[in-house]
């Protein structure tokens, strides 16, 4: 199993005709996943080629929906506009929306979340580098594949990956693949100051999940989320976790990266959380390319086997 998306989730893309929309549709085609629409106010009609694809594009969502059945977006809209796309999304009623679009406005992203508010349509991101639901081949193809994430970096496994850093994520799929140990799915929350998807809620799913079997969750200064999530991880969680907290060595004051990554006060810090973690029974990563070793070890501890 997998949590969000699987292999044989329908993706439509927003921003598709787009410079980088189309070139990261292309690389999703290609991975196998189904990207079954492209959207572009204006260009309905016309057709998205790529090899032997050919994705017909509309003017609107709910259009691109009622005709492909997409159930989830992935949103390239350029800032000013990426606020409305979610929101369009919303109103068509999709499960999923993944922004991966930087630079939204706060205040625009605050509009967003009010709005969604006690509905049924999940927001991942947005800044965020996607979702990658590794599939049954090998490891460039047949897998489900919404954003940025490089997707020959992965393999099909029990392992989930949640992050605010989309290099991170990067770095900690591989180092997995690379002792083959494969990921059942991994998430890139992104580093916004509001975003649509917490750690804590991938997190519930991850430990829902029967086929997940252990998770490594990187976080970075700034924000609770790490803090909660660990939480309840002491609390609730059944499988070996591991963490990594990135910006140890930040000035306080200064936002290092993401728009959220600022230490605003004394449990904002690396330290801060990275104590909690280990309160909490998280087994640390002390440097980046330690993140899969850490979950190994956290795996043993438990008699937990990760493939």
């Known amino acids: 199993m997998a949590i969000l998306i699987t292999p044989d989730t329908r993706i439509l893309v927003q921003g598709i005709t787009g410079d980088f929309g189309g070139r990261h549709a292309g690389l999703s085609l290609d991975y196998g996943t189904k990207v079954v629409a492209g959207v572009t106010p204006g260009k309905g009609g016309l057709t998205f080629e790529h090899g032997p694809h050919r994705v017909p594009i509309f003017n609107s969502v709910a259009d691109a929906a009622r005709a492909t059945g997409a159930t989830v977006s992935a949103i390239f809209v350029p800032p000013p506009f990426a606020a409305d796309a979610i929101l369009e999304c919303a109103g068509a009623g999709l499960d999923l929306v993944v922004a991966i679009t930087e630079g939204i406005p706060v205040r625009d992203m605050v509009r967003v979340k009010r709005a969604m508010a ?144 600022i230490v605003g006060g004394a449990e904002d810090t690396a330290a801060a959380k990275i104590s909690v973690f280990r309160e909490c029974g998280i087994e640390v990563a002390e440097t980046p390319s330690d993140m899969a070793d850490a979950l190994v070890r956290a795996a043993k501890a438990r008699g937990v086997a990760l493939n």
């Open 118 to 261: 006690g509905g049924n349509t999940r927001l991942v991101g947005p800044n965020c580098p996607g979702i990658v639901t590794p599939g049954s081949g090998d490891r460039s193809h047949g897998g489900c594949r919404i954003g940025i994430a490089p997707g020959y970096i992965h393999r099909k496994g029990h392992v989930g990956v949640v992050s605010r850093s989309g290099t991170l994520t990067y770095e900690a799929v591989y180092q997995l693949t690379v002792r083959a140990i494969g990921q059942s799915t991994c998430v890139g929350i992104g580093g916004d100051p509001v975003n649509g998807t917490s750690h804590l809620d991938v997190i519930r799913m991850f430990n829902d999940d029967p086929e997940t079997r252990g998770i490594v969750m990187i976080g970075e200064i700034g924000g609770s989320t790490e803090v909660d999530a660990a939480r309840w991880i002491k609390a609730h969680c059944r499988k070996p976790v591991a963490g990594f907290i990135a910006g140890a060595t930040a000035p306080p004051g200064r936002r290092m990266g993401h728009a959220g990554a």
